[in-house]
């Protein structure tokens, strides 16, 4: 007998959100004739996209773009070339151009979960403010935590890890330097653990650098994805963006060590 601790309408929520891109993991066999002291682990929710060609997971993108999407560029990975928009502060009252192509999928997880996205970028450089790649943590186009590999207004214009938070349109930024050979391949990590979100980075999908922990919100993001875009700035050239791997771990892996410094950058 397998125990296997779900509860059910969260399950059916799960497949109807991720279709067969879903998989439990469910916690090892054990007895039911005696109490174990130890018990098992819940299980993993693990969500996969791997963007071979067409999609596993239910994505709604915001303001899509198909023009500026491809899975024939770059095989096995799904393109996304960047173009002018921002959603940055009240990016509507500034009458600035609205970021499009922010691709989005329900959140399926109870508001209280805990959970890390992972996503992986791969050939891809900014050169000018403000070409970026991210996850995105979205409410709305006023409430989200982003994640971002960009070329930013950092000491006059610089390369930068960037994550903002974005309450009521109103942003609060911090940046960390990016790895050598971003440029190549990069990992983009966010982990939420109740209202305190945790961003990291690797270059090699294993080893993660983990740059800091900012607090956001009071529940869990209503959707949760990628994106990719230039910035409200116009005659910025549009660039490709490769995006091959999206993950979702609930619940996320174990910290390693204590508690980042929140105070870090």
Not at 113 to 126: H, K, L, R
Not at 196 to 218: L, M, N, Q
């Amino acid at each position: 007998m397998r125990a296997t601790p779900v509860v059910l309408p969260v399950a059916l929520a799960v497949l109807m959100v991720f279709g067969a891109g879903a998989k439990f993991l469910a916690p090892p066999e054990q007895s039911v004739r005696a109490p174990n002291p130890n018990p098992p682990p819940p299980p993993v929710l693990v969500a996969t996209e791997t963007f071979n060609g067409k999609f596993q997971l239910r994505w709604k993108p915001v303001r899509p773009d198909e023009d500026h999407v491809s899975w024939t560029k770059n095989r096995g990975a799904l393109t996304i070339t960047t173009q002018r928009g921002t959603i940055h502060g009240d990016e509507t009252g500034n009458k600035e151009s609205q970021a499009r192509n922010i691709y989005l999928i329900d959140n399926p997880l109870p508001d209280d979960a805990d959970f890390e996205i992972v996503t992986c970028i791969a050939g891809f450089a900014p050169k000018q403010q403000y070409q970026q790649a991210a996850l995105i943590l979205y409410n709305d186009d006023d409430n989200y935590v982003k994640w971002s590999y960009e070329f930013s207004y950092v000491n006059n214009g610089s390369v930068a890890l960037g994550l903002i938070r974005e309450t009521k349109a109103k942003p609060e930024h911090d940046h960390v330097a990016v790895p050598e050979k971003a440029d190549e391949k990069l990992w983009l990590r966010l982990t939420k653990r109740k209202n305190s979100y945790e961003y990291a980075s690797s270059t090699d999908g294993k080893e993660f650098a983990v740059h800091g922990e900012r607090e956001w919100g009071d529940k869990g993001p209503q959707r949760i994805g990628i994106l990719a875009k230039n910035g409200g700035l116009a005659d910025v050239p549009e660039v490709d963006v490769c995006f091959s791997r999206f993950e979702l771990r609930s619940p996320p892996a174990p910290r390693k060590g204590p508690a980042p410094d929140r105070n870090q950058q």
